[in-house]
């Protein structure tokens, strides 16, 4: 049998660990060390095989400085085998996948190039944010899905006639699909969001069937919190039960937590593609299944 590797790169440690023990795989890790200009300088601890390279690295925030890192760990791979694959299961830039206003740059079509480039023969994302940037990428790739754990993980919870609720129409699908591993019903709210500013609105007046009903709001992912926000507040006027969160991403900025929490959420639970202590679901077994 071929010895495989994985690279874990710092943002994605103990996700790279997980999946290096499912494969049986040599893990190798990886040492970050800042210069004062803000320059990075990683070092490899251990041995890369010239077989197959797995480099597990997600690219949040600080966004620029992850991405330059899994470009560099890929190319470090390429240099010793032909068969590199990139794991970055949360995709910074995913939402620049196509020119909204005129004069946007659409910056999935620089890291699709970026990555070709760099050596990676695959890519695999979890729950990116649209298909359409994926499409930029001129090598093999995959999206795997978070929700079925997401879902599994909900099952064990008490609630009291659950209902899933999407935060919008975009979301509608992924908040089918939680609805079907879950088993409930699903409902989606109409929001409109401001492209120059940012500004959320829900424009849907009004709910029936929510009242005394524990909800789970699904999303691929939270940022600043805001369409959570404005969706927790709308369905708390429908005199729901509980509020819970589900998403895949949890990116959590400037306070988003304890601005969702204040809003009315009861928990926020959210998978291991980015690190935090919302981060309670593994999909490691999941990603490991998408490479078979």
Known sequence: MRKITVIAGKSSEE????ISKKLKANLVTSDVRVFPDGESKITLDGKLSKNR?????SVYPPVDTNLVHALSLVSKAKETSDD??????YMGYARQDREFLPGEIVTMKVLGRLFKGAGAKQII?????????????????????????LAKYFKKMRLKEPLVISPDQGGKNRAEEFAKEFGSDCIALTKHRDRKTGKVQIKTS???????????IVDDMISTGGS????T????????RRIFVACTHALLMNNAEKKIRNAGVTKIVSANTIPGKTSIVDISNTITQAMK
């Not at 390279?53 to 690295?57: E, K, S, T």
Request: with cysteine; proline share 3%; aromatic share 4%.
């Open 206 to 216: 009004k709910f029936d069937g929510v009242k005394d009903r524990d909800l789970i």
């Open 228 to 231: 959570i926000i404005k969706a």
């Open 84 to 89: 590199v694959i990139a794991i970055v299961p």
């Open 15 to 18: 996700l790279a660990k997980s």
């Open 53 to 57: 390279i797995i480099v597990v690295q």
């Open 233 to 240: 507040e709308f369905l708390k006027k429908q005199r729901c």
């Open 125 to 149: 994302v979890v729950d990116i944010h649209s298909m359409i940037g994926l499409k930029h990428f001129k090598i093999k790739t995959k999206n795997v899905s978070a929700v079925p754990d």
